[in-house]
């Protein structure tokens, strides 16, 4: 119990220290270096600042002192320390402090009102959920965190795009953590997006502040994406870890925010300027982050072009936006156009995803052609022999219109059934798509006709309709294959911000009542039903067991491996140790220890002679071979949410799977870490055992529980064991 607790404490106090180094690089530095120009921006603008200029300036500064070859951890302290100290003294804050005469006011700052308690309360809320995991596993939650964890080991040893041109925009934050704050990487990258997700929630709710005519409108719809069940957690596992999409997804809906600012604003230059300068820095993030997330920032900007292109097109309008846009590209790109300049590739996985819809049309090519001499497989918008017997009779024209009403008829009822109502389940799914298609007739109704007490509605509502729909497609079409349409972003890569605006759909009806009533006077009333009402949903949810579940990793190790991997790093000087383990134990120790594969380590234990010429070794050894990478879901409070009974599935090690062909279990992604577990822990404890027979009093146990055990071994360094087998 003990240990127990000193491990609870140990992970906690990491928390802090990412929490405390997050909130001084992306918040605290921006507003007192960028002060004087912040001074009398809304709170919104100061919070969008600071989300996307911080992360563009970073992700510049990391990789253009790599291109010149003079990245270094000292230099990066001193840069970013110095410009902090001197916009410090500049603002003479230590003389009035020491004076007694002014108080310290920092900008963005928000006074404490309704709203703005109970926005906190509803992102605090979607934040602990979405990042509880993190307090339970003390691992990630894919491999793929693993290998960009690997990225920022090699900034820190001052090389940028170790493995081609990628964005770095997140690998470079979390650099800039450990270079300024000591932070471990390790802990960054298991703790940045738990805190981030926040500002996932905040800048959806600066886009849902344009669309909606109610200001606790937006604050429903988070409150609802934060307590349903959605996919029974599948779509949503991605969303608290630290991956360089995730950490870019508020981009999307900070472009789309202030390109609407930017459409709709009637008034003074200055508001233009600084919507166009944010819209553009928000692009710019966004190319830093990832190209998924550029992609879904077009992607929201053209559902809002559609409803101001008769303006988009004016000379005033559209020339200062393409300058915008070209220069987000530009400072986006500044250190991928650098990189190409000294020919660096790009990374492997750029090509993949720009090939992505070319083989997806390839793969439906190479399918019709195969079916040259069978049975037609028909997609949604075929028509059947019914339907062309009816056509034929038609004359041309006729011919066409009866098709396109045909095919319009297969597409929605294939979304109303393969999209609606198994995306979100049959009896919801119809709710939902019912409220979609009354709200899209109303938004085309109100372009036309004023409505009493609420005049137009907002065209952002088609915006948010059209989003809603684009996501359920993307869902659908990725589900069946049959309908042949190129996937140009995976379902589980927009599902998250596209299933937030499907509810922004839901709660169109709320925010008009809403309005109306608040037309009426008696705002108070309106403030305290909207408390209510927020209140209601979670309440409402809960009792009605649509309450979301818990969300899962993708387990590959245990947790005392973490633990006790930095327990090492702790306790031993650098450079002085080599642990033997799998290959997730590598990324964790790169910059204080050794790592040796522990499948090679069998290998070369078979030669007459092997050495590891470091004082320290340890060996792990799973005595419960654990199924790598299977689905292990979190459990926690019933007020947070609903648990699943999971347990870590695991096997046996045994002599007679010691005595096994290890390449006969060998997968060809994973190795002998997926289906040779089992041999590959049981020939490592094998080989444990028989060491410590031959060298008694040598191997001794560094930590041992029922499923795991880490041997230990010390030596001279200069006259190290023979570590071959007999």
Request: hydrophobic share 45%; glycine share 6%.
């Amino acid at each position: 119990m003990t240990e127990d607790r000193d491990m609870d404490a140990y992970w906690i106090l990491e928390y802090v220290k990412v929490l405390a180094g997050y909130t001084f690089l992306m918040f605290l530095w921006p507003s007192v270096v960028f002060g004087e120009y912040l001074k009398g921006k809304s709170k919104r603008d100061i919070f969008s600042f600071c989300v996307t200029v911080q992360i563009v300036m970073i992700n510049t500064v990391v990789l253009m002192l790599g291109l010149f070859g003079i990245l270094h951890i000292r230099l990066v302290a001193i840069l970013f320390y110095g410009i902090f100290l001197a916009a410090v003294l500049r603002k003479g804050w230590f003389q009035r402090l020491l004076a007694g005469k002014d108080k310290i006011k920092l900008q963005g700052i928000p006074k404490v009102k309704g709203e703005w308690i109970l926005l906190m309360a509803v992102v605090g809320f979607g934040t602990l959920y979405f990042s509880y995991g993190s307090f339970q596993i003390h691992s990630y939650g894919v491999y793929d965190v693993f290998l960009h964890h690997g990225w920022v080991n090699k900034l820190a040893e001052g090389k940028i795009f170790p493995n081609g041109i990628y964005p770095e925009g997140m690998h470079c934050f979390i650099y800039c953590l450990y270079a300024l704050f000591g932070i471990r990487i390790y802990s960054s990258m298991l703790y940045l997006q738990s805190i981030h997700i926040a500002v996932f929630f905040l800048s959806a709710y600066v886009l849902l502040r344009e669309v909606f005519h109610w200001r606790y409108s937006p604050i429903f719809v988070l409150c609802l994406y934060a307590v349903l069940d959605i996919f029974g957690g599948h779509s949503m596992y991605r969303l608290p870890l630290t991956l360089p999409m995730e950490f870019g997804l508020h981009t999307q809906f900070l472009c789309g925010a202030y390109f609407a600012r930017y459409m709709k604003k009637t008034g003074p230059e200055q508001g233009k300027r600084t919507d166009l300068f944010l819209f553009a820095m928000a692009l710019a993030a966004s190319i830093a982050s990832h190209y998924y997330t550029t992609i879904m920032a077009f992607i929201v900007c053209v559902a809002f072009t559609f409803i101001y292109i008769k303006k988009l097109f004016r000379p005033a309008c559209l020339l200062p936006l393409v300058i915008s846009v070209f220069f987000g590209c530009m400072i986006g790109t500044i250190p991928i156009l650098g990189g190409m300049i000294k020919g660096i590739p790009f990374q492997g996985s750029i090509t993949w995803a720009l090939n992505q819809p070319a083989s997806s049309m390839a793969s439906e090519e190479v399918q019709e052609s195969t079916l040259e001499n069978t049975e037609i497989l028909r997609g949604p918008l075929d028509l059947t022999e019914e339907d062309w017997e009816v056509v034929d009779k038609l004359p041309d024209i006729g011919q066409k219109v009866a098709k396109g009403v045909i095919k319009t008829e297969y597409f929605i009822k294939e979304m109303y059934e393969s999209g609606y109502q198994k995306t979100f389940e049959k009896e919801r799914g119809v709710r939902i798509f019912q409220i979609t298609v009354g709200m899209l007739i109303f938004a085309v109704l109100s372009r036309h006709k004023k409505f009493k007490f609420i005049g137009k509605a907002n065209k952002e509502y088609f915006s948010i309709i059209l989003l809603s729909f684009l996501s359920i497609f993307l869902c659908a079409s990725c589900r069946e294959k049959s309908w042949g349409f190129p996937v140009t972003i995976p379902e589980h890569r927009f599902c998250a911000e596209g299933f937030l605006m499907t509810y922004a759909v839901v709660m169109m009806p709320v925010d008009l009542l809403f309005f109306v009533a608040s037309r009426f006077h008696y705002q108070y009333i309106w403030k305290a039903m909207s408390y209510i009402l927020t209140a209601g949903i979670y309440v409402l949810v809960n009792y009605q067991e649509n309450f979301h579940e818990f969300l899962f990793y993708s387990l590959n190790r245990y947790d005392a491996a973490a633990w006790v991997t930095d327990s090492i790093i702790k306790e031993f000087p650098k450079d002085s140790y080599t642990i033997v383990s799998p290959m997730e134990e590598s990324f964790q120790v790169a910059l204080y220890g050794s790592h040796e594969d522990i499948w090679e380590f069998l290998k070369k234990s078979e030669d007459e002679k092997y050495t590891l010429p470091k004082e320290h070794i340890f060996i792990y050894v799973e005595k419960k071979p654990i199924e790598y990478h299977q689905m292990y879901f979190f459990h926690g409070p019933k007020w947070l949410g609903l648990s699943k009974n999971s347990s870590i599935r695991a096997t046996e090690i045994s002599k007679e799977a010691a005595g096994e062909d290890l390449a006969e279990y060998i997968e060809p992604m994973w190795g002998p870490y997926a289906g040779g577990r089992t041999v590959l822990e049981s020939k490592v404890y094998e080989y444990c055992r028989t060491f410590s027979e031959a060298n008694p009093s040598v191997l001794n146990v560094y930590y041992e529980d029922e499923a795991f055990v880490c041997y230990y071994l010390k030596q001279d360094a200069d006259k190290p064991y023979n570590l071959a087998g007999e």
